[in-house]
């Protein structure tokens, strides 16, 4: 019957979350008798055997080699293909992250077979092949795309899109994976991150994000405060990013990161096509803005036509007293 492969994608030894909901989706879509394999590198692999089994995985592979402790594209795309090969996938699966977007393509090309990306919703074809909802137009509209024939059909998946699922009486079995051996062409030596690590947008629950509204960098504090309160991520609008009031790796936007949280505020922020295109598949959106007519309130679940400057320190308040 073969099997559908998803890649665990971990940060330092930790597993992200957004995989988990990509190999649970794999068990959704495995049929009468099709295996739902995973795969993880690097370090202390196996550790991720009851977390992967609890999402829905019969067996993972692993590679426990120190090389993959460090995200290397020609490493992690042969080790991947390696495992597609070992476990018979018909299907492979991953997080749309920055990560599962670079591999996947890469692989895909190995492989020479489909690529579905961003999915937002994935069935299976008659023939067995892969069928995916993505956004288009900036996120104004969708279109279903499909891998009807070409093995193992891929697919990235938009994080917090697909529920992960928890059944802590299920672990995968472990498997090793040996991988071709040879010197890749480049090797990742080490990984270099902010002094004060903050919640990633792309993976948070919750997002709540700033824009020109705030008028002055300073006043970010406003949104820090609130996303803190609520245990969220800052996201932060094109504007002010190129304005260089906050960090890129806080852009939420087509040109920034893609996020799909339950929660989204967005404060001071008008919603120009860019910005909406990153944050429209939001489960719940809350607009906060002084101009009623300002794009964002059409696509939100609830607004607030105010001042941030009096809205922000008053709903922080309230949220630390719950």
């Known amino acids: 019957m073969g099997a559908i492969l998803v890649l665990l994608e971990r940060r330092?030894?930790?597993?992200?979350?957004a995989s988990l909901q990509a190999v649970s989706a794999a068990r959704r879509l495995a049929g009468s008798g099709e295996a739902v394999e995973a795969l993880a590198l690097g370090t202390s692999a196996a550790a991720c055997a009851a977390a992967a089994g609890a999402a829905g995985a019969d067996r993972l592979h692993?590679?426990?080699?120190?090389?993959?402790?460090?995200?290397a594209a020609e490493s992690y795309a042969?080790?991947?293909?390696?495992?597609?090969?070992?476990?018979?996938?018909?299907?492979?699966?991953?997080?749309?992250?920055?990560?599962?977007?670079d591999v996947a393509a890469r692989v895909a090309a190995r492989?020479?077979?489909g690529l579905l990306t961003d999915v937002v919703e994935l069935e299976r074809t008659a023939g067995g092949g892969l069928r995916g909802k993505r956004p288009v137009y900036s996120g104004k509209a969708f279109a279903w795309a499909q891998v009807p024939d070409a093995r193992p059909a891929m697919a990235t998946l938009r994080p917090n899109v697909f529920a992960a699922t928890n059944d802590p009486g299920r672990v995968a079995e472990v498997v090793p994976l040996a991988v071709p051996s040879g010197t890749p062409r480049a090797v990742t030596v080490r990984l270099e991150t902010a002094a004060q690590q903050e919640l990633d947008v792309a993976e948070a629950p919750i997002v709540v994000s700033g824009g020109r509204g705030l008028k002055a960098p300073e006043n970010f504090s406003l949104v820090r405060d609130l996303a803190h309160a609520?245990?969220?991520a800052v996201g932060a609008s094109r504007a002010v990013v190129d304005a260089g009031w906050i960090d890129h790796a806080h852009q939420v936007g087509q040109t920034g990161k893609v996020v799909s949280p339950s929660l989204y505020v967005a404060c001071g922020i008008s919603g120009a096509i860019q910005h909406l295109a990153g944050m429209s598949s939001s489960k719940v959106i809350v607009a906060i803005n002084k101009d009623a007519e300002a794009p964002i309130f059409k696509i939100a679940t609830y607004g607030i036509v105010g001042d941030v400057f009096e809205v922000l320190p008053k709903l922080t308040e309230e949220i630390k007293k719950l």
Do not use: H, N, P, Q
């Open 12 to 17: 330092e030894g930790s597993l992200k979350s």
């Open 62 to 71: 692993v590679v426990e080699d120190s090389a993959y402790d460090l995200y």
């Open 78 to 101: 042969s080790a991947l293909a390696a495992a597609a090969a070992a476990c018979g996938a018909t299907v492979i699966l991953m997080a749309g992250t920055a990560l599962g977007r």
């Open 111 to 113: 492989l020479r077979t």
């Open 230 to 232: 609520l245990g969220g």
